[in-house]
């Protein structure tokens, strides 16, 4: 079956960088474009971007740019965002999600937590 | 960016009642809209795609319509496991944008 399996909870420093990943199964990897998806607690969600895993072709959020790097490695079927100069605003739960006409599997969320 | 707005916030039904959530986008999205739910603690599931159709394995009593601007997701007997926040997504243009969500209560 379709799984996302994303990677675990993240406690960072303002001004720091997070890696965050996205491990695909049970389906052809390359197929589908990958999503990053944004949701601050008790707030709505937020596009951030995407990537194309079979070509690398990413598209982003221009709310984003800047602040997320959207990459993958084809080898191991993972996808990886990575969010620099992080602040307090960066304080959330970051979802990957497969996208075909609707996000229809989704990881299970990552919780990034900026704090000094 | 396209604004998606939802209506009401709130909303608390009884068991058994037939319920509609608004959706409202700030241009036509052509129907290029979808319809998440998310329990609590939970990534959101997509229920409906393309407006009006249902994703496979959600129940037959979610049923999604609208065109052009406005857009509606009814529940057509409201089960206890329904209770969950509800979002619209369009994807007529990037960036891919929500609503801020119909929390949907039992009364």
């Known amino acids: 079956q379709v799984q996302l399996q994303q990677s675990g909870a993240e406690l960072t420093k303002p001004g720091s960088s997070v890696k965050i990943s996205c491990k695909a199964s049970g389906y052809t990897f390359t197929s589908y474009d990958i999503s990053w998806i944004k949701q601050r607690p008790g707030q709505a969600l937020e596009w951030i971007g995407a990537i194309n895993p079979g070509s690398g072709g990413t598209g982003y959020n221009e709310k984003f740019k800047g602040k997320a790097t959207l990459t993958v490695d084809k080898s191991s079927s993972t996808a990886f965002m990575q969010l620099s100069s992080l602040t307090p605003e960066d304080t959330a739960v970051y979802y990957c999600a497969r996208r075909i006409i609707g996000f229809d599997y989704w990881g299970q969320g990552v919780m990034v937590t900026v704090s000094s | 960016d396209i604004q998606m707005t939802q209506s009401p916030s709130l909303l608390s039904a009884s068991v058994g009642d037939r319920v509609t959530l608004s959706c409202k986008a700030s241009?036509?999205?052509?129907?290029?809209l979808n319809w998440y739910q998310q329990k609590l603690g939970e990534a959101p599931k997509l229920l409906i795609y393309y407006t009006n159709s249902l994703q496979t394995g959600i129940p037959s009593r979610f049923s999604g319509s609208g065109s052009g601007t406005d857009y509606t997701l009814t529940i057509s007997s409201l089960q206890p496991e329904d209770v969950a926040t509800y979002f619209c997504q369009q994807y007529n243009s990037w960036p891919f944008t929500f609503g801020s969500g119909t929390k949907l209560e039992i009364k």
């Open positions: 241009q036509n999205i052509y129907k290029y």
